[in-house]
C-alpha cells in the first residue's frame, strides 16, 4: 500500500479562524465571529450533536446532490466544502466514495474512491486535512486478514491522497481528531480495536485489541478519554494517551450508537436482547464507568444507531419499532421530558439528532413508505416542519453550519442511491 509519512499542505482550508475585516470608512480592524463549522459526526470530539449555528425556521431546499453510488454517511461541513462518502450499490459491487462539494451550491469539487471498499464512516476534518475510515463489510465476514478496508488522509482542497494507513481494518463508525492525534475504532478478526494515529504522518502511537466484540460506532473523545462501544454492549474508557483499558461497563444490550460525554457523564443508548427485554439509555461516570442512572422503560428499549445530542441538560434521541419516537430527556435523572411519536409498525430513528437554534433535526424511517426528515421544537417536540423523502434513512445524520442543515439518505434498497438534501 502507498505509504507516505510527510504531509505537505498550503491551503487555505487549513484554518477555521474568523475573518478579518477592516471597514472602508472607519479604517476600524475588527474580527468576525467564526463560523460554527460541523467537522466530524455530531459536531465535535465529545459528539454533543450541538451547534450555535442558526438553523433553518421552514422548509426550503436550497440544492440537491444525487449520483448513483448508494446511500450516504453523515455529512461534514467545514470552510463551505461539505463533504460526504457513499456506501456504494449492488452495481458498483458496493464501491464508495467520498465528495466533496460546494457548501452553497452543491457543485463538486472532486471526488475520491478508496479501494475495494465501502465508506460507512463518517469522515472528519481537521486543519486542511480530510480523514476518511472505509470497510469491506463482506471481507470481515468471510474472516480475511486482507482488504477489510483502510484509513487514508486526503488533503482538503485537492482529495489528494497524503497518507494511506498500511495495515488491513474494517471501519464503519467515524473517527475524531484532537490535538494532533487521529482516533479510530475498527474491526479485525472477531475483536475491535482502537488506534491512534499521528495525524500528520499516519504513524501509528498505539493500538488496543482488548476490546470484546467490533466497534461499528464513532469514538468519543473527552477529558483525555477516549471512548468506545461494542456490539456485544460493553462500553470501554481508554487513557488517550497510551489506550490503557482505564474501565469497562456492560449494559443490557447491543450497542451501535456512539457515546456522548457532556460535563463529566458519558451518555448511551443500548437495544433490548432478542428475547425484548432490557435495552434502555445509560448515564456513567466518564472517569470511572459507575452508573449514575439508568432507564429502561419499555419505550426506551430499542435505541439503534441513534447517538444522544446533549444540549442545556437536555438528551435528544431517537428509538425504533412499533413505539418508535423521538425523546427528550432530563440529563440528570433520565425522566422523559417529551416524546413526538413516529407512528406505526416498523417506524423509528435509527440516525442521530443534531440541535442547534432551539430546534432538532432528525430523520426516521418508514418501513417500505421513504422517510421523513423533522425539525422539532427543542423545548417541546411539536413539529415546527417537515419534509417526506424518497428513500430510507440508515446511517446519515444531519450536519448543521453557517444557517444550513445537510442531510442525506438512501433513495431504496433495490436500487440503494442516495440524495443529499441542503435546507437553508
Given at each position: 500500500?502507498?505509504?507516505?509519512?510527510?504531509?505537505?499542505?498550503?491551503?487555505?482550508?487549513?484554518?477555521?479562524?474568523?475573518?478579518?475585516?477592516?471597514?472602508?470608512?472607519?479604517?476600524?480592524?475588527?474580527?468576525?465571529?467564526?463560523?460554527?463549522?460541523?467537522?466530524?459526526?455530531?459536531?465535535?470530539?465529545?459528539?454533543?450533536?450541538?451547534?450555535?449555528?442558526?438553523?433553518?425556521?421552514?422548509?426550503?431546499?436550497?440544492?440537491?446532490?444525487?449520483?448513483?453510488?448508494?446511500?450516504?454517511?453523515?455529512?461534514?461541513?467545514?470552510?463551505?466544502?461539505?463533504?460526504?462518502?457513499?456506501?456504494?450499490?449492488?452495481?458498483?459491487?458496493?464501491?464508495?466514495?467520498?465528495?466533496?462539494?460546494?457548501?452553497?451550491?452543491?457543485?463538486?469539487?472532486?471526488?475520491?474512491?478508496?479501494?475495494?471498499?465501502?465508506?460507512?464512516?463518517?469522515?472528519?476534518?481537521?486543519?486542511?486535512?480530510?480523514?476518511?475510515?472505509?470497510?469491506?463489510?463482506?471481507?470481515?465476514?468471510?474472516?480475511?486478514?486482507?482488504?477489510?478496508?483502510?484509513?487514508?488522509?486526503?488533503?482538503?482542497?485537492?482529495?489528494?491522497?497524503?497518507?494511506?494507513?498500511?495495515?488491513?481494518?474494517?471501519?464503519?463508525?467515524?473517527?475524531?481528531?484532537?490535538d494532533g492525534c487521529l482516533y479510530v475504532g475498527g474491526c479485525i478478526q472477531d475483536q475491535g480495536i482502537v488506534l491512534c494515529?499521528?495525524?500528520?504522518?499516519?504513524?501509528?502511537?498505539?493500538?488496543?485489541?482488548?476490546?470484546?466484540?467490533?466497534?461499528?460506532?464513532?469514538?468519543?473523545?473527552?477529558?483525555?478519554?477516549?471512548?468506545?462501544?461494542?456490539?456485544?454492549?460493553?462500553?470501554?474508557?481508554?487513557?488517550?494517551?497510551?489506550?490503557?483499558?482505564?474501565?469497562?461497563?456492560?449494559?443490557?444490550?447491543?450497542?451501535?450508537?456512539?457515546?456522548?460525554?457532556?460535563?463529566?457523564?458519558?451518555?448511551?443508548?443500548?437495544?433490548?436482547?432478542?428475547?425484548?427485554?432490557?435495552?434502555?439509555?445509560?448515564?456513567?461516570?466518564?472517569?470511572?464507568?459507575?452508573?449514575?442512572?439508568?432507564?429502561?422503560?419499555?419505550?426506551?428499549?430499542?435505541?439503534?444507531?441513534?447517538?444522544?445530542?446533549?444540549?442545556?441538560?437536555?438528551?435528544?434521541?431517537?428509538?425504533?419499532?412499533?413505539?418508535?419516537?423521538?425523546?427528550?430527556?432530563?440529563?440528570?435523572?433520565?425522566?422523559?421530558?417529551w416524546s413526538h411519536s413516529l407512528f406505526g409498525y416498523a417506524h423509528g430513528a435509527d440516525a442521530s439528532p443534531a440541535v442547534?437554534?432551539?430546534?432538532?433535526?432528525?430523520?426516521?424511517?418508514?418501513?417500505?413508505?421513504?422517510?421523513?426528515?423533522?425539525?422539532?421544537?427543542?423545548?417541546?417536540?411539536?413539529?415546527?416542519?417537515?419534509?417526506?423523502?424518497?428513500?430510507?434513512?440508515?446511517?446519515?445524520?444531519?450536519?448543521?453550519?453557517?444557517?444550513?442543515?445537510?442531510?442525506?439518505?438512501?433513495?431504496?434498497?433495490?436500487?440503494?442511491?442516495?440524495?443529499?438534501?441542503?435546507?437553508?
Amino acid at each position: 500500500m502507498l505509504f507516505l509519512s510527510v504531509i505537505v499542505l498550503a491551503s487555505p482550508l487549513g484554518s477555521l479562524s474568523g475573518l478579518v475585516v477592516k471597514d472602508a470608512v472607519s479604517g476600524t480592524v475588527s474580527t468576525q465571529p467564526e463560523t460554527d463549522w460541523w467537522p466530524k459526526f455530531h459536531h465535535d470530539p465529545a459528539n454533543t450533536g450541538v451547534s450555535t449555528s442558526t438553523a433553518p425556521s421552514m422548509k426550503k431546499i436550497l440544492w440537491k446532490y444525487q449520483p448513483d453510488t448508494g446511500g450516504f454517511t453523515s455529512p461534514i461541513v467545514a470552510n463551505g466544502s461539505v463533504y460526504v462518502g457513499s456506501l456504494g450499490s449492488p452495481k458498483t459491487s458496493w464501491q464508495g466514495r467520498l465528495s466533496c462539494l460546494d457548501a452553497g451550491t452543491g457543485a463538486v469539487r472532486w471526488t475520491f474512491t478508496p479501494a475495494n471498499s465501502s465508506v460507512y464512516a463518517d469522515p472528519v476534518y481537521d486543519n486542511g486535512c480530510v480523514f476518511l475510515g472505509t470497510g469491506n463489510w463482506g471481507h470481515l465476514q468471510d474472516y480475511l486478514t486482507d482488504g477489510l478496508g483502510e484509513i487514508d488522509c486526503l488533503d482538503a482542497a485537492s482529495g489528494d491522497l497524503i497518507w494511506r494507513y498500511p495495515k488491513s481494518l474494517y471501519v464503519e463508525g467515524g473517527p475524531a481528531v484532537v490535538d494532533g492525534c487521529l482516533y479510530v475504532g475498527g474491526c479485525i478478526q472477531d475483536q475491535g480495536i482502537v488506534l491512534c494515529l499521528d495525524a500528520a504522518t499516519g504513524m501509528e502511537r498505539w493500538n488496543t485489541t482488548d476490546i470484546i466484540g467490533y466497534i461499528r460506532s464513532p469514538v468519543c473523545i473527552a477529558d483525555t478519554h477516549v471512548y468506545v462501544a461494542s456490539v456485544t454492549g460493553m462500553i470501554y474508557g481508554l487513557d488517550a494517551g497510551d489506550g490503557r483499558i482505564l474501565w469497562n461497563h456492560s449494559t443490557s444490550g447491543p450497542l451501535y450508537c456512539a457515546p456522548t460525554v457532556v460535563s463529566g457523564r458519558l451518555f448511551c443508548g443500548c437495544q433490548a436482547s432478542s428475547s425484548g427485554v432490557n435495552g434502555g439509555v445509560y448515564c456513567l461516570n466518564a472517569s470511572t464507568g459507575a452508573v449514575i442512572w439508568r432507564t429502561n422503560a419499555s419505550e426506551l428499549r430499542m435505541v439503534d444507531r441513534s447517538s444522544p445530542a446533549v444540549a442545556a441538560d437536555k438528551i435528544y434521541l431517537g428509538t425504533w419499532g412499533r413505539s418508535g419516537a423521538i425523546y427528550c430527556l432530563n440529563a440528570d435523572t433520565g425522566a422523559i421530558q417529551w416524546s413526538h411519536s413516529l407512528f406505526g409498525y416498523a417506524h423509528g430513528a435509527d440516525a442521530s439528532p443534531a440541535v442547534a437554534d432551539g430546534k432538532v433535526f432528525v430523520g426516521t424511517n418508514r418501513l417500505l413508505m421513504g422517510g421523513l426528515f423533522l425539525c422539532l421544537n427543542a423545548s417541546t417536540g411539536k413539529t415546527q416542519w417537515s419534509c417526506r423523502l424518497p428513500g430510507r434513512v440508515y446511517f446519515s445524520s444531519p450536519a448543521i453550519a453557517d444557517g444550513k442543515v445537510y442531510y442525506g439518505l438512501t433513495e431504496g434498497i433495490i436500487s440503494n442511491k442516495g440524495v443529499l438534501y441542503c435546507f437553508g
